[in-house]
């Protein structure tokens, strides 16, 4: 059991749940709870198969196969994220508008970038390294759980608020996206500068 949660909490860490409940406070705005509830379910079975994908096959599929070092991936996640979070601290969860479209494309637009990046995929690389592939592809999936239990219940939460104190909440929930869009910010800095030196270096 130990073992299971030494995996799970910094996958969990990660992927960052409560992050992900104010990066999708615009699309819980626009969306009723079942379609919301229906729409993350499709996110978070893409996001699943994809953490297993590369628990499963390890840094051999990167490296081997697609030619991309953990290094170069990690600049790139770094670069889409500097990206996200910029757009966060000018515009707050108003951001999220960019992720208005069609039900049928929602699903794979929330799991790419915000659940699916290059931390957690090397975590999900890590956690198939410290694991058998069984165990690992549980761990990954009660992270998932994890979090859609968490998003789910602040959708619920924030529906059940009266008028007046939805525009209270919304208030402090944009100041909490701006803050997090300058931790997002500097994270994904220091991934794009770690990744370079890594590459300069190996080179």
Do not use: H
């Not at 615009?26 to 993350?40: K, N, P, Q, S």
């Not at 893409?46 to 290094?71: T, Y």
């Amino acid at each position: 059991m130990r073992e299971f949660l030494a995996s799970l909490i910094p996958f969990l860490a990660i992927l960052n749940p409560f992050a992900l409940c104010l990066y999708l406070t615009g699309v819980m705005e626009d969306l009723d709870t079942r379609t919301f509830a229906w729409v993350l379910v499709r996110a978070c079975l893409i996001s699943w198969a994809v953490f297993a994908l590369f628990a499963w096959s390890g840094e051999p599929l990167l490296n081997d196969f697609l030619r991309i070092s953990p290094q170069a991936m990690r600049v790139f996640g770094g670069v889409i994220f500097f990206i996200v979070g910029y757009n966060y601290v000018v515009r707050g969860y108003r951001t999220a508008e960019m992720l208005r479209g069609s039900l049928d494309e929602l699903p794979s637009v929330i799991a790419l970038p915000f659940m699916i990046g290059g931390g957690t995929i090397t975590q999900s690389i890590l956690t198939g390294k410290q694991n058998p592939t069984p165990t690992a592809l549980l761990i990954l999936g009660v992270g998932i759980v994890v979090s859609f239990a968490v998003i789910l219940t602040f959708k619920l939460l924030r529906d059940t608020m009266r008028k007046a104190r939805e525009r209270v909440f919304d208030r402090y929930v944009n100041i909490l996206v701006r803050i997090n869009g300058l931790l997002i910010g500097a994270i994904s800095t220091e991934m794009i500068v770690s990744g370079i030196r890594d590459l300069w270096a190996g080179s």
